[in-house]
Nanobody, 124 residues
Framework: VQLVESGGGSVQAGGSLRLSCTNSGYTYNTWCMGWFRQAPGKEREEVVS????????RYADSVKGRFTVSQGNSKNTLYLQMNSLEPEDTAVYYC???????????????????WGQGIQVTVS
């Protein structure tokens, strides 16, 4: 598995960005995927998590209604459309994946196994 993020950058408050995550390595037919972020001086937090085979999607309360996750036509790509960006969204964003469910919630007791290198999103 090799996850690579793209699409980050700098944007003014109220603007939009679309992040992409492409898996160029071994591909699972279905697995957990998510976007996480880490702001300077803060712990990494979950932005959105889902099971690519379908089912519910969990968004962090802070991004509900503003961010939307979607899968590409191939099973190799995950997108994060970020609208109405706020300075508080400034962080390094990571794409992650793990073949073991559950994908989120209290029953998930360990971090995702596979991570991208991260990409900077700056909102001013």
């Amino acid at each position: 598995v090799q996850l690579v993020e793209s699409g980050g950058g700098s944007v003014q408050a109220g603007g939009s960005l679309r992040l992409s995550c492409t898996n160029s390595g071994y591909t699972y037919n279905t697995w957990c995927m998510g976007w996480f972020r880490q702001a300077p001086g803060k712990e990494r937090e979950e932005v959105v998590s889902l099971y690519t085979g379908g089912g519910s999607i969990r968004y962090a309360d802070s991004v509900k209604g503003r961010f939307t996750v979607s899968q590409g036509n191939s099973k190799n790509t995950l997108y994060l459309q970020m609208n109405s960006l706020e300075p508080e969204d400034t962080a390094v964003y990571y794409c992650a994946g793990d073949p073991v469910r559950p994908c989120y919630g209290p029953a998930r007791t360990r971090p995702y196994e596979h991570w991208g290198q991260g990409i900077q999103v700056t909102v001013s």
